[in-house]
């Protein structure tokens, strides 16, 4: 079955860019009708959507973090990325990748990373 | 965006008991919205979806109800492992969660 899984930097430093790489096992990410999606989880703010790409390219962010945030996809690797440039302490938090179905559900996530923004 | 609020924010109850939780949408977000289970230390997992459809594998005890701007989560018949913080979700506008709902055992 469809696996995900994140990697990355569990420390970044203020004014930095946050990097993180989801890499989907047990299918492809060019499966039809799906959308690879980001979101956080503050300790205070709770779940917040940050953004998903289908396998062509194409992506839907967050306004609210839009000027900060690209999210690439790499097919040939079956994984997709995140950049949050900038950060803050704001931005500490488990982030996590998930498959979006045409329905708006996530229905598959990967098991989470935290990602502190300290000096 | 459209906001979602729960209610209780948490809630104890006995094993065998039925629990109901409601979501209340900001504005009309039609059927569009997912119910979510999450565990201390692990990823959220899809329950319900488009209000009232059962994810697969799912138990038949948990059920959604719903639309327009007012939506409810029902556990029935309390286990055990049921035990965790319930979220709602809504796809209309910009996607945003509820602020969660606390499940614990009396």
């Not at chain 2, 977000?29 to 230390?41: C, D, E």
Request: aromatic share 10%.
């Amino acid at each position: 079955q469809v696996q995900l899984r994140e990697s990355g930097p569990g420390l970044v430093k203020p004014s930095q860019t946050l990097s993180l790489t989801c890499t989907v096992s047990g299918g492809s990410i060019s499966t039809t009708g799906y959308y690879w999606s980001w979101l956080r989880q503050h300790p205070v703010k709770g779940l917040e959507w940050i953004g998903y790409i289908y396998y062509t390219g194409s992506t839907f962010n967050n306004p609210s973090l839009r000027s900060r945030l690209t999210i690439s996809v790499d097919t040939s690797k079956n994984q997709f990325s995140l950049k949050l440039r900038s950060v803050t302490a704001a931005d500490t938090a488990v982030y996590y990748c998930a498959r979006r179905m045409t329905t708006g559900a996530f229905d598959i996530w990967g098991q989470g990373t935290l990602v502190t923004v300290s000096a | 965006d459209i906001h979602l609020t729960q209610s209780p924010s948490s809630l104890s109850a006995s094993v065998g008991d039925t629990v109901t939780i409601t979501c209340q949408a900001s504005q009309d977000i039609r059927n569009y919205l997912n119910w979510y289970q999450q565990k201390p230390g692990k990823a959220p997992k899809l329950l319900i979806y488009d209000a009232s459809d059962l994810q697969a594998g799912v138990p038949s005890r948990f059920s959604g109800s719903g639309s327009g701007t007012s939506f409810t989560l029902t556990i029935n018949t309390l286990q055990p492992e049921d035990i965790a913080t319930y979220y709602c979700q809504q796809y209309d506008d910009v996607l945003t969660f509820g602020g969660g709902t606390k499940v614990e055992l009396k």
